[in-house]
């Protein structure tokens, strides 16, 4: 996240009200900012160890937190791919201990639609790492490795939410601001408002916490995207079904692979989710 909108200034671009939209300064050019060289080896082992030792000490078991970094990765690595197919890369990822992890560019996204497609990709792409988790269940028959899938599919679903700095206030809000830029921040900060008052009433501290700084770091923002283009009608309606598409298929994957916990029981299966979400049924 940054000052002046959901993707920031890493590239150069003008971003007075007034200014007509630019491309982006190529990585070679004098006075382009320097090439994003990724974090180390030692502090990114180290933040994954931290994450996945943070995740097992809160669920009790090794195999979620190894499912629950897997799909992380399999999930930044789908906005990694769609950042270097449209122009942004090379983009590297970051573990951040505790909360999870980033994928970032080293460009802003030459357009909106852009920007969508990549936030989408990540939970588009990180459902792919459902299937490993499905087939060491079926061969060994432990239904904690269908809890882990469980959990890959709730890390894609719960960064759909429209709050910053999920992927989704950044795959919903062009749309919104196709209507009006106040109606995206209006939403934006109201859903994420509840998504903290979620966390605290859930226990998720952390959680809490981190979107309880990115709403008020969108409250003191100025204009939400000063600058920039917005979608045209027809993208904003493609958007729109993306998002729909991408969030029903986290959900159904999430409660697909519960449906063996649950002893083939839909009604079962949807209280699992509710008492991971937190409220129980």
């Known amino acids: 996240m940054s000052e002046i909108g959901p993707w920031g200034s890493r590239d150069g671009r003008v971003t007075a009200p007034a200014a007509s939209p630019t491309t982006a300064v190529p990585a070679s050019s004098p006075g382009a900012p320097p090439i994003d060289k990724g974090q180390s080896l030692p502090w990114a082992i180290g933040s994954t160890l931290l994450l996945g030792g943070f995740i097992w000490l809160m ?6 937190a190894v499912a629950a970094i897997f799909g992380l990765f399999v999930h930044e690595y ?14 590297k990822i970051y573990i951040i201990p505790f909360l999870g992890g980033l994928a970032r560019g080293q460009r802003n996204p030459d357009s909106e ?3 969508v497609l990549v936030s989408l ?4 792409f990180g459902l792919l790492a459902v ?3 499905v087939g060491v269940w079926l061969v060994t028959g432990d239904p904690e490795w269908m809890l882990g899938a469980f959990i890959i599919a709730m890390i ?14 950044k795959a919903l809000g062009p749309v919104l ?3 009006d830029p106040m109606v995206e921040k209006v939403a934006l900060i109201a859903v994420g408002a509840l998504a903290v008052w979620w966390g605290v009433s859930t226990g998720r501290w952390i959680l809490a916490v981190f979107l309880g700084i990115s709403v008020f770091g969108a409250l003191q923002r100025g204009p939400w995207r000063p600058g920039e283009q917005k979608l045209t009608w027809s993208e904003a309606g493609k958007s ?15 409660l697909g692979v519960l449906l063996p916990i649950a002893e083939g029981s839909p009604t079962e299966a949807l209280n699992i989710a509710a008492r991971f979400i937190g409220f129980d049924r």
């Open 59 to 64: 669920s009790g078991s090794w195999i979620v």
């Open 78 to 91: 789908g906005h990694v791919l769609a950042m270097n197919r449209l122009g942004m890369g090379p983009a």
């Open 113 to 115: 639609w852009h920007g």
């Open 121 to 124: 990709a990540g939970p588009a």
């Open 131 to 133: 299937l490993p988790m």
């Open 156 to 169: 894609n679903l719960v960064n759909l939410a429209p709050a910053p700095p999920l992927d989704g206030s």
């Open 177 to 179: 601001a196709r209507i």
């Open 240 to 254: 729109l079904g993306l998002f729909l598409l991408t969030g029903a298929a986290c959900a159904a994957a999430g």
